[in-house]
């Protein structure tokens, strides 16, 4: 019983890790889609527009009490430090 117990132990071991092994190529899709650095057709001409990614900083409130009396007892905040911005060119 004991030896079946460690082949089955052995076996769903290998399986995870076997698992988890991928072999993909991560091509951007999301950022593809977002429309990072991509270039729009229009009437036959393409006009390069880029969108440059929005920063976000990430703090740490400390817990503390309240003035209330209330105990906080901290968290992350996440800050927009600067707006996701579109540029392209105008058409002369």
């Known amino acids: 019983m004991q030896k079946y117990f460690h082949i089955l132990l052995v076996?769903?071991?290998s399986l995870n890790f076997f698992g988890c092994a991928h072999n993909s190529n991560k091509d951007?899709?999301?950022?593809d889609r977002a429309g990072y650095n991509s270039t729009e057709e229009k009437n036959g001409l393409s006009m390069p527009i880029t969108r440059t990614k929005g920063q976000v900083k990430k703090a740490w409130l400390h817990a503390h009490e309240m003035p209330t009396?209330?105990?906080f007892g901290?968290?992350?905040?996440y800050l927009l430090v600067e707006e996701t911005k579109?540029?392209?060119q105008e058409k002369n």
């Open 86 to 88: 579109w540029n392209f």
């Open 28 to 31: 951007g899709i999301l950022e």
């Open 11 to 13: 076996s769903l071991i």
């Open 74 to 77: 901290g968290a992350w905040v």
């Open 69 to 71: 009396g209330d105990y």
